[in-house]
């Protein structure tokens, strides 16, 4: 089945530590995307990547740093230096075309800090 | 300054009466608008988008919206409620020409049988 992966669905985060969220997709897409969900704010853009071995920084970049080294695969580090890291990320992939294609999404990694 | 709101924190509806989940926007250019749905601990499903052309676009499980550039609208709509529709919904626009999708804070929905 196509589709977006995202490892682990539950991750623990010791205060300190870095940490890294996986993301992988066989869809093909050139496009990927990491958003961050808190309740009430909706999703905010944390990086985005059009082409293997790019990234842009998104509203919400300070704290993560990404990779793009294949063209399926697009994970995420949450470093000690993002101070509010609980939260739920969500990868997304889409295709580039004009005309706004819409995203696809991962089932999402819930990561709480102890 | 770009943006997308959804008014309404939550809105209920018994079952099988019709639904409105709200949403205005303000981008530049022709805007690209889309609606998601996401259930509990999962990942966003896309619904329905309006690109151009006819302001009713129809989408997945029976949902439509209506594109009004007048008012900067793009409200969701079912004309009969289902218990399972409950979930959140997330509106979402990318400006014309624009790469990145700006979403809406959510609208939950609660559909009592």
């Known amino acids: ?114 | 300054a770009q943006s997308v709101a959804q008014p309404e924190d939550q809105v209920n509806v018994a079952e099988g009466n019709p639904l409105t989940v709200k949403c205005t926007y303000s981008v530049s250019g022709n805007p690209y608008l889309f609606w998601y749905v996401q259930y509990p601990n999962r990942g966003l499903q896309f619904l329905l988008k309006y690109i151009t052309g006819d302001n009713l676009v129809k989408g997945s499980y029976g949902f439509e919206a209506e594109f009004n550039k007048s008012q900067t609208s793009f409200h969701l709509k079912k004309p009969s409620a289902l218990v399972s529709d409950s979930a959140l919904y997330f509106c979402a626009v990318r400006p014309g020409g624009g790469f990145k999708t700006i979403f809406g804070a959510g609208t939950r929905l609660f559909v009592k049988a």
């Not at chain 1, 205060?15 to 897409?29: M, P």
């Not at chain 1, 999703?43 to 063209?71: M, P």
């Open chain 1, 1 to 114: 089945d196509g589709g977006i992966t995202q490892s682990p669905k539950y991750l623990f985060r010791k205060e300190g530590q870095n940490v890294t969220l996986s993301c992988e997709q066989n869809l093909n897409h050139d496009a990927m995307y990491w958003y961050r969900q808190d309740p009430g704010q909706g999703l905010r853009l944390i990086y985005y990547s059009q082409i293997v071995n790019d990234f842009q920084k998104g509203d919400i970049a300070e704290g993560y740093s990404v990779s793009r080294e294949k063209k399926e695969s697009f994970p995420l580090t949450v470093t000690s230096a993002q101070k509010n890291p609980t939260a739920f990320y969500l990868c997304a992939s889409s295709i580039i075309v004009e005309g706004g294609p819409q995203a696809f999404f991962g089932q999402g990694t819930r990561l709480t800090v102890v």
